[in-house]
């Protein structure tokens, strides 16, 4: 009896990339590894969306619409390319208009996309099925998702995640009349026992019927992926989500190779060439060999059952405490996401509500158990991201509204974002007028989901963000002296330092140290501005924005800056009533926990 033949999707290029790397990976370095795998006979690939869109406005310097068209040429007109949405933020951390919303589909049909995979961290129905039928109308082939995850231990019991709760939002979908040419059940942390895929894809083919492609999406970050992906054959899957050394494991998806080898002796078939895809494994292993390789990525963390982080957001997560000096405190972010998943109403800990756990989390480790409340947990316990799966915690709930001055709301997202005015075509189209940019669709749809980076990038003073291993160098190389200075190691960077009197070249800059210069470009340890009172950096993270002058009268508790970590935004207030005295540090300047940064006399 012939082998039952299963649709392998190769996130290698979008997932793989998030999951391991923070999504920062710079095209011309990937794609002789894309043509590698079109030769080895893949035909299916996840392109672009999700994270893989802003990293390369935030990081790499490059233009996601670019890179999706060139991985076009790369594989040809007849391979199929799919992308991933996230319902009504679609690839933006923040929720967007109907107006940029239909733009999405649009603008991703123009550049390459066959299929867009549709889904909604919290599982409301309301925030796909307008986005849902703008990918119909674009002419994409539409893949409506239900987000799973396991529930923390000590949280069983919840009406959340289980079978039941899966096709209540399955019947959901049904009900609404929304076309899908298939159905993915995706689980990002890849926390979902096998027993529960089984049982939910079982009833979900049942209730479809056999000619419904059903693909199953999991990661081996809790060491559960070849068992999950087993089962969701078992309950009726005809797809799975299977990704290629040096990405696959660990955060990320299970090996293709591994796969084939987990269903030798079955009735299923993955329909590949084993040892093609060995030697494009090996070609895309070269392309990635300068990458910096989080040590994490490539393990199983069985804390994750306890605390459902997502692979591709795990490692995000853990490059940008990298960068913060904060990664000591990774255990207890794990530890503290428990606790803000199950009072947050237990949203699925999928893009954009793992940021939100995450970073709230992350502000009851630094400042203490719901001390702060973040913009995006907190707008999400009080409605403005949906509906969650069960109420959220009421006295967390009474906490955000006081603190974001924010009451709670059961309207639904399209409805809001509609009736704000920043959030319309007309307002992006405004922004980049003002900046003297072109006025594309492209450039519009950059603007809506990168907001201020997006207008960096296009204005070509974007920084490039990626991690590469830097080569090795001789000890002492390090500290070697010559008529041109010296070279000096600090935190792994080594500047070219040369002596003059009161003069110092940094790098090719000169800084006078009889001049305040040199302190209004510190970036660590600046020199006190001597009285009144300090103001100090709550945490590690950088200078976005200043909100007051020299010289300014300010109020006690009043927003004297705003410091970016973790994705996100932390306004510093006015310990006291006064007049903002030195400003010792600058934009853009990376600041250190309790780090001086002005003073108010």
């Given at each position: 009896m012939a082998k039952k033949l299963i649709k392998v999707m190769d996130t290698s290029f979008r997932d793989g990339f998030q999951s391991v790397f923070?999504?920062?990976v710079l095209t011309k370095d990937f794609m002789p590894a894309v043509a590698a795998a079109k030769e080895a006979g893949i035909r299916y690939f996840e392109f672009g969306g999700g994270a893989r869109f802003q990293s390369l406005y935030f990081y790499c310097n490059e233009d996601a619409f670019d890179m999706m068209d060139t991985f076009r040429q790369t594989v040809g007109p007849d391979v199929e390319l799919q992308t991933l949405a996230r319902g009504v933020n679609v690839v933006g951390l923040d929720s967007q208009s109907s107006e940029v919303i239909d733009l999405h589909a649009k603008m991703f049909k123009k550049h390459s996309t066959t299929t867009i995979r549709n889904f909604d961290a919290l599982n409301d129905i309301n925030n796909i099925k307008y986005s849902g039928q703008c990918i119909v109308n674009a002419g994409?082939?539409?893949?409506?998702t239900i987000t799973m995850m396991e529930l923390p231990p000590g949280c069983e019991g919840s009406d959340a995640h289980t079978p039941d709760f899966y096709m209540k939002v399955l019947r959901q979908i049904l009900d609404s009349g929304l076309h899908f040419d298939s159905l993915c059940f995706k689980d990002a942390s890849g926390t979902s026992c096998p027993s529960k895929v089984r049982e939910t894809i079982r009833r979900a083919r049942e209730m479809l019927g056999a000619d419904m492609h059903i693909v199953f999406h999991g990661h081996e970050t809790a060491g559960n992926g070849v068992a999950a992906y087993l089962a969701a054959l078992e309950g009726g899957a005809t797809g799975l989500d299977l990704a290629m050394q040096p990405v696959s494991g660990g955060t990320c998806q299970p090996d293709i190779i591994t796969m084939w080898h987990a269903l030798k002796g079955t009735d299923y078939d993955l329909g590949i060439d084993l040892k093609k895809i060995y030697e494009a494994e090996k070609v895309f292993m070269d392309c990635m060999k300068d990458y910096m390789m989080p040590p994490e990525s490539r393990a199983v963390n069985p804390a994750i059952i306890f605390s459902?982080?997502?692979g591709g957001a795990l490692t995000a997560n853990t490059q940008m405490m990298r960068d913060n000096g904060t990664l000591d405190k990774f255990p207890l972010l794990i530890a503290e996401m428990e606790n803000v998943v199950k009072k947050g109403g237990y949203g699925t800990s999928v893009t954009p509500v793992s940021q939100f756990y995450c970073q709230q989390a992350m502000a009851n480790v630094m400042f203490g158990p719901w001390k702060k409340i973040t913009d995006g947990y907190g707008k999400m316990v009080l409605g403005y991201f949906g509906k969650t799966p069960v109420a959220p915690d009421p006295e967390?709930?009474?906490?955000?509204?006081?603190?974001?001055?924010?009451?709670?709301t059961t309207k639904t997202v399209l409805e809001i974002n509609d009736a704000n005015p920043k959030k319309s075509i007309a307002a992006h189209k405004k922004t980049l007028e003002e900046n003297g940019l072109p006025v594309?669709?492209?450039?519009?749809?950059?603007v809506a989901t990168c907001l201020d980076k997006g207008i960096t990038y296009l204005k070509g003073e974007a920084k490039l963000g990626i991690r590469k291993n830097e080569p090795a160098k001789p000890a002492a190389a390090a500290t070697k002296s010559s008529s041109n200075g010296m070279n000096v190691t600090l935190n792994g960077k080594t500047y070219s330092v040369k002596l003059d009197g009161n003069k110092a070249t940094v790098n090719g800059k000169t800084y006078d140290f009889t001049t305040s210069e040199l302190n209004a470009n510190a970036t660590s340890a600046p020199a006190s501005s001597g009285a009144g009172t300090k103001v100090l950096a709550p945490m590690n993270g950088t200078i976005v924005r200043f909100l007051v002058n020299s010289g300014d009268p300010v109020s006690k508790d009043q927003d004297l800056l705003v410091i970016e970590a973790m994705k996100m935004e932390i306004n510093v207030p006015s310990p006291v009533t006064g007049t903002v005295g030195t400003i010792i540090a600058t934009k853009g300047t990376s600041v250190v926990k309790d780090q001086e940064i002005l003073t108010i006399n």
């Open positions: 923070g999504a920062r994409l082939k539409h893949q409506a459902p982080m997502p967390i709930v009474k906490i955000a509204s006081e603190q974001l001055k924010l009451e709670p594309t669709d492209e450039n519009i749809f950059i």
